[in-house]
């Protein structure tokens, strides 16, 4: 089974979760996001973190290893 790559996983993101930003980095196992969503407004971090996990589906399961996530409604400051 190949490594999912930074590019999937932002496709998967966008197409289950409104996105004004969107970035994905990462080698194939660990990866890192920045997620600006109007979905995130009044949600907690756990929230805003299971919308993501949803938008992912099984492959959060199966095949992504890692996935740190800095989660932000529009206007919220990305922290330094």
Do not use: K, N, W
């Not at 969107?22 to 990866?31: C, N, R, W």
């Amino acid at each position: 089974m190949a490594l999912p790559t930074p590019e999937q996983l932002r496709a998967l993101i966008a197409a289950g979760l409104e996105c004004t930003q969107l970035d994905v980095q990462g080698d194939g196992q660990h990866f890192f996001a920045t997620i600006v969503s109007p979905a995130f407004a009044g949600q907690s971090r756990l929230a805003r973190h299971r919308l993501v996990y949803a938008a992912l589906g099984e492959r959060m399961r199966a095949e992504i290893h890692a996935l740190s996530m800095r989660t932000l409604a529009p206007g919220e400051p990305l922290p330094d």
